[in-house]
Every structure is written in structure tokens, then in C-alpha cells.
């Protein structure tokens, strides 16, 4: 038994209609809590995670042996308390870290599932994870927060269940996946299939890894996650332990060999095949188009209260993307708040330690479940 056999799962055991018109069930979903979970159970918090996130965004991930992605955001006394909230963190479907996915095994031919998995979507991913709502008997939840693809889930979620969350938080995030984006998450996927080891998405039926691909891909997004200004005061055009140019193809900037370390330590904690499931469901995400063109009416009958946050550097899903989502709820007369954070940090500003950010998401938190728990006593 490996260490993703013995990762806490939750058995859905009801069925699942997909967007692409199979249907599952009896899929494990794979998740984590923090925190306690109050007699009253109102004070749970549902996160979701970015594109190559995990259930474990606090701590470290018994996996990998790393910190959790959202240490600086997650935790007692940070942004989300754990000392007030209990927060829920689990695995996408389609993801590697325990939840059902490309490389779970297919019962009918006793092989990983590969490239036979079901194309699954952003709506997909959410309904599976409301799934754990019913697990922990929790009829409302306090919250719903996430960045980037975690903010797409965030939308979505308030969509699908206008009346399970008092507020939403979605963060450097948009309503529908741009071509730029689609573009960007084109090239990833075409890199990890014209590896030579991707085999049609069988590799691991015979013990091997499109590493290569793979390793370029995560390069490629990577620089996304960034900013020209962050990666210039970092990086500029320094040499990589050396005092000239060797006229060859070795990693001579220090932001090339920045670059080939992050590919080669992403091949050892994520799988590609999940790598072209996830993405793909990033880009089918068009909140607008599932409500033929009108994307107020995803959030008509929720009184869900909104606070959505940007970064000034963030070129990937830029202020203006979220701006729309601002423009949609306003136009409903929800109640919404907005905010653009001034980093230099591009759109992984939400995953690092930007204090503005940190203490806007906190300060938000604490007076929102003040002032709905007052309001109800």
C-alpha cells in the first residue's frame, strides 16, 4: 500500500452526472480538516485549491513533505482562522492526491483509468465536493473561498447552491476562461503529449512518466504565475554562478535554471495526465455562456454576500476580469465588495505573504461571522 492509499477519503457513494454525460460513483474523494466544528455547525469554511493544489494547504503534506500551499493564509490567528473556523480542503475529482482521477484504477480492466477518464468540468468538480457537506452534516456553510481555478470553483459553488454559503470569497479568478488562457493551457498539454513517454496517457501501466513534457509544461505556467517586474527585481539578467556567458545551451541566467528546478521538482508530485484533465476543465469554465450570455443571472436568488479580490500585477487573470464579476453582481443588487491588492508578486500573490492581502481576507472573515451571528441571535 503506498502513502496516497492511506490519505483520508470520503466514498460517494450517490451518483454523479458529469457535464460530459457519463456518470459516476462509489469515487473517492480525498480531503483534510482544521479546525473544530462548532455545535451549531455554522462556522465551516469550504477552500478550494488552485490548478496543481491538494487537500493539504496547511501543515505538511504527508506526500510530498512540503508546506501546505496556503501556510501563510490558513492556520490559528492567520487570515482563516482555525481557532474559529472549521475549514474543509479537499482533492478535485480529477486531481492525483487520493481523489478519483486519471491515475485511479478502472475496476473493469484493473488498470489506471489514463486517458479513459471522463473529461471532467469546474461544475463537476464542485458538485462531487458538496458531497462532503452531507458527510458533515452541514446544511450551510459559513464560507467558500479559493484562488484562481480555486475562485472559478468559488462561482460556481454559489451558483449551483445559492443558499449554502453565507459569503464567497473568490480571488484572482474570472467568469470565463480567456483564449490567452486556453493558449497558455494548450501549450502545457501539447508539451506533455509529444513527450515520447506520454503514450497515449498509458504511461503508467508500464511504469513510466512523461517527466519531460511535463517539466516544460509547469515551466511554462509557471512564468504565467508571475510578474515582468518580480521576475526583473529577482532575477535580471544574472548569471547563474558563473561571471560570463558560456555561448551554449546550459542554464546561463539564474531565471533559466529558477525555471528547470521548478519543472523538475513539479514531475515529482504531480501526474500529467491529471495535469491535461485539470486544465481542460479550466478552460470549458464559461460561467456567462451557462447562462446564455447574462452572467448576473448565475447569482439571481442567492444572498450570498461577495468579496472579491484582485492584484494589480496579476496579467494572468487580470483586475478587469474580475471587475465583471463585480459588474454582474451590482447589477442584481447583491451585496458585494471589491478590492485590487497592490503586489508585485503577479497572480501567486494570493498564495504568498502580501499582508494587504492577508489582512483584508481576515478582517472580512471576522466581521462577516460577527455580524451574521448577531444578526441571528
Known amino acids: 500500500m503506498n502513502k496516497i492509499d492511506n490519505l483520508k477519503k470520503y466514498i460517494v457513494k450517490k451518483k454523479l452526472k458529469l457535464d460530459c454525460g457519463k456518470e459516476i460513483s462509489n469515487f473517492p474523494l480525498a480531503y483534510e480538516t482544521f479546525g473544530e466544528l462548532n455545535e451549531g455547525k455554522n462556522n465551516g469554511i469550504l477552500i478550494f485549491h488552485a490548478l496543481t493544489g491538494d487537500q493539504f494547504p496547511h501543515g505538511i503534506n504527508p506526500i510530498t513533505n512540503k508546506e501546505g500551499w496556503w501556510n501563510y493564509a490558513l492556520g490559528p490567528n492567520k487570515a482563516i482562522d482555525t481557532n474559529k473556523f472549521f475549514v474543509i480542503s479537499a482533492n478535485v475529482i480529477g486531481g492525483c492526491m487520493g481523489s478519483f482521477g486519471p491515475s485511479s484504477i478502472d475496476p473493469s480492466t484493473n488498470k489506471p483509468y489514463g486517458s479513459n477518464f471522463p473529461v471532467i468540468t469546474i461544475n463537476d468538480m464542485v458538485n462531487a465536493q458538496n458531497f462532503l457537506l452531507d458527510h458533515f452534516k452541514i446544511k450551510k456553510l459559513f464560507a467558500v473561498i479559493g484562488g484562481s481555478m480555486g475562485g472559478m470553483q468559488v462561482l460556481q459553488f454559489v451558483s449551483n447552491f445559492p443558499n449554502k454559503a453565507d459569503v464567497a470569497i473568490p480571488i484572482a479568478c474570472t467568469a470565463s476562461h480567456s483564449a490567452q488562457n486556453i493558449a497558455l493551457n494548450e501549450l502545457g498539454r501539447q508539451a506533455i503529449m509529444a ?69 523538475s521538482v513539479f514531475v ?100 462577516s461571522y460577527k455580524n451574521i451571528h448577531e444578526a441571528r441571535i
Open 195 to 263: 513527450d515520447k513517454e506520454w503514450d497515449k496517457g498509458k504511461y503508467l501501466e508500464n511504469g513510466k512518466s512523461p517527466s519531460k513534457g511535463l517539466a516544460v509544461a509547469r515551466m511554462a505556467a509557471h512564468i504565467t504565475y508571475l510578474s515582468k517586474k518580480g521576475l526583473q527585481e529577482k532575477f535580471g539578467r544574472k548569471l547563474q554562478e558563473r561571471d560570463a556567458l558560456k555561448f551554449g545551451f546550459d542554464a546561463d541566467f539564474q531565471i533559466e535554471s529558477y525555471l528547470r528546478y521548478q519543472g
Open 268 to 367: 515529482d508530485r504531480f501526474d500529467a495526465n491529471s495535469y491535461l484533465y485539470i486544465t481542460r476543465a479550466m478552460d470549458y469554465f464559461d460561467l456567462t455562456k451557462q447562462f446564455d450570455g447574462n452572467l448576473s443571472d448565475a447569482f439571481k436568488g442567492s444572498k450570498t454576500k461577495f468579496f472579491i479580490i484582485s492584484f494589480t500585477s496579476d496579467w494572468l487573470y487580470p483586475t478587469s476580469e474580475n471587475r465583471e464579476i463585480v459588474i454582474a453582481l451590482n447589477a442584481i443588487g447583491a451585496d458585494v465588495g471589491f478590492i485590487e491588492i497592490t503586489s508585485d508578486k503577479g497572480h501567486d500573490s494570493f498564495l504568498l505573504d502580501v499582508p494587504d492581502f492577508l489582512n483584508s481576507v481576515k478582517n472580512f472573515l471576522n466581521n
